[in-house]
């Protein structure tokens, strides 16, 4: 099973980095892969104009009644306008009916929805990545791999736009994810539950999804809610433990050695050396110092595997940096893991959250400082 992501021009490339690096850190049936879909930035705005005109704008009181257009809103698009862009994605890619499309945008939409399915048989959603830090410390790729995964798993339980929304939704929240949240802060609940209710559960089983799916999309969830807590501050009773790099460049978090390529280790002393952050635009200033250390770390090491890791525009900085990160999951464990894994808001710094004192490196590795 397939679930496509596809972005308006309005959402920065590393957001959906960093929300397929989340969605791909669980293994199951479900495979995501992002579609860089070569979208003008006056794309939405001619899809308005052309395609929908008056009839599909800025409903507010319901999806099919027209409201007037009020700029105060945010320019919210209607649902139809954002399902026609994976519409279109679909025509443009040859993406079969059975694959998912699923649109993220950071526009408002005429329902002021954090996210919906398109109607019943078209394997469509959007999600909308903008406004979450109202409600959330956190960076928006959490919230919104969140909503990608409850909008695949909406479709597959048979819901339906043109039905009631109490047959979709339960309209008193109880934690699950299926709790309908008129008002947008109630959405906090389901995240920190990251669950689904025996009656939803029920519901998938009689529609015939499978269970690995349904596995897969709670693992998910979980990462989710750990990591959400985390940058909510809430670490609990977990200390994290002192990461030390040594001259030999072995790298133990505690007493464990952890088992990283080459490049994976050079990217990890990188962030280590600037606790403060890095701008991922701002990597190729560093190209040499990366370069430094990945001859200490490497035989025979070639100068374009690192000239490739800092490209800002053909890069693969953020491969690199989804794989470090998921073997720093699976080798530190949650939720002790997100103390050393490489994060931050997209277009911002992006960091580790260790603090200065429980990082050590050798001399020998200092030159990047
Ligand atoms: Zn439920």
Same mark, same amino acid.
């Given at each position: 099973?397939?679930?496509?992501?596809?972005?308006?021009?309005?959402?920065?490339?590393?957001?959906?980095?960093?929300?397929?690096?989340?969605?791909?850190?669980?293994?199951?049936?479900?495979?995501?892969?992002?579609?860089?879909?070569?979208?003008?930035?006056?794309?939405?705005?001619?899809?308005?104009?052309?395609?929908?005109?008056?009839?599909?704008?800025?409903?507010?009181?319901?999806?099919?009644?027209?409201?007037?257009?009020?700029?105060?809103?945010?320019?919210?698009?209607?649902?139809?306008?954002?399902?026609?862009?994976?519409?279109?994605?679909?025509?443009?890619?040859?993406?079969?009916?059975?694959?998912?499309?699923?649109?993220?945008?950071?526009?408002?939409?005429?329902?002021?929805?954090?996210?919906?399915?398109?109607?019943?048989?078209?394997?469509?959603?959007?999600?909308?990545?903008?406004?979450?830090?109202?409600?959330?410390?956190?960076?928006?790729?959490?919230?919104?791999?969140?909503?990608?995964?409850?909008?695949?798993?909406?479709?597959?339980?048979?819901?339906?736009?043109?039905?009631?929304?109490?047959? @979709?939704?339960?309209?008193?929240?109880?934690?699950?994810?299926?709790? %309908?949240?008129? #008002? &947008? /802060?109630?959405?906090?609940? $389901? !995240?920190?539950?990251?669950?689904?209710?025996?009656?939803?559960?029920?519901?998938?089983?009689?529609?015939?999804?499978?269970?690995?799916?349904?596995?897969?999309?709670?693992?998910?969830?979980?990462?989710?809610?750990?990591?959400?807590?985390?940058?909510?501050?809430?670490?609990?009773?977990?200390?994290?433990?002192?990461?030390?790099?040594?001259?030999?460049?072995?790298?133990?978090?505690?007493?464990?050695?952890?088992?990283?390529?080459?490049?994976?280790?050079?990217?990890?002393?990188?962030?280590?050396?600037?606790?403060?952050?890095?701008?991922?635009?701002?990597?190729?200033?560093?190209?040499?110092?990366?370069?430094?250390?990945?001859?200490?770390?490497?035989?025979?090491?070639?100068?374009? @595997?690192?000239?490739?890791?800092?490209?800002?525009?053909?890069?693969? %900085?953020?491969? #690199? &940096? /989804?794989?470090?990160?998921? $073997? !720093?999951?699976?080798?530190?464990?949650?939720?002790?893991?997100?103390?050393?894994?490489?994060?931050?808001?997209?277009?911002?710094?992006?960091?580790?959250?260790?603090?200065?004192?429980?990082?050590?490196?050798?001399?020998?590795?200092?030159?990047?400082?």
């Amino acid at each position: 099973m397939k679930v496509n992501l596809i972005y308006s021009p309005d959402v920065h490339p590393q957001a959906m980095d960093g929300v397929l690096e989340i969605l791909s850190s669980v293994s199951g049936p479900v495979e995501f892969s992002l579609i860089h879909m070569p979208w003008s930035y006056n794309h939405l705005y001619e899809i308005q104009q052309h395609r929908y005109r008056n009839d599909f704008r800025f409903r507010i009181e319901s999806e099919y009644k027209l409201q007037e257009y009020e700029a105060s809103r945010g320019y919210p698009l209607s649902w139809r306008e954002l399902f026609f862009l994976c519409q279109k994605t679909r025509r443009m890619q040859d993406i079969p009916d059975e694959q998912f499309v699923i649109l993220v945008t950071n526009r408002r939409n005429s329902m002021n929805f954090f996210s919906m399915f398109d109607r019943n048989g078209e394997r469509n959603a959007f999600v909308q990545a903008s406004d979450w830090d109202y409600f959330l410390k956190s960076p928006e790729t959490y919230p919104v791999a969140y909503e990608v995964v409850a909008n695949v798993l909406r479709i597959l339980m048979g819901f339906d736009l043109e039905k009631d929304i109490k047959d @979709n939704f339960h309209l008193d929240a109880i934690g699950c994810m299926n709790d %309908f949240c008129e #008002n &947008k /802060s109630q959405i906090i609940l $389901k !995240l920190r539950t990251a669950d689904l209710c025996h009656d939803c559960i029920q519901r998938l089983e009689s529609n015939k999804v499978d269970q690995q799916m349904v596995a897969q999309a709670l693992q998910i969830f979980e990462k989710i809610r750990t990591s959400l807590k985390f940058s909510q501050g809430f670490a609990g009773n977990i200390k994290p433990k002192k990461i030390t790099v040594t001259k030999e460049g072995s790298i133990t978090v505690g007493d464990s050695e952890l088992n990283l390529t080459p490049l994976e280790k050079t990217i990890l002393i990188f962030f280590l050396s600037y606790p403060d952050g890095i701008r991922l635009a701002e990597l190729d200033d560093y190209e040499l110092a990366l370069f430094a250390v990945y001859q200490r770390l490497k035989a025979n090491a070639a100068p374009e @595997n690192i000239r490739k890791l800092v490209d800002n525009f053909d890069g693969n %900085f953020s491969y #690199n &940096k /989804s794989r470090l990160n998921k $073997k !720093l999951r699976e080798q530190i464990g949650e939720p002790l893991a997100n103390y050393y894994i490489i994060d931050g808001i997209p277009g911002e710094k992006f960091s580790v959250a260790l603090s200065k004192d429980l990082i050590s490196i050798a001399a020998e590795f200092q030159s990047l400082r």
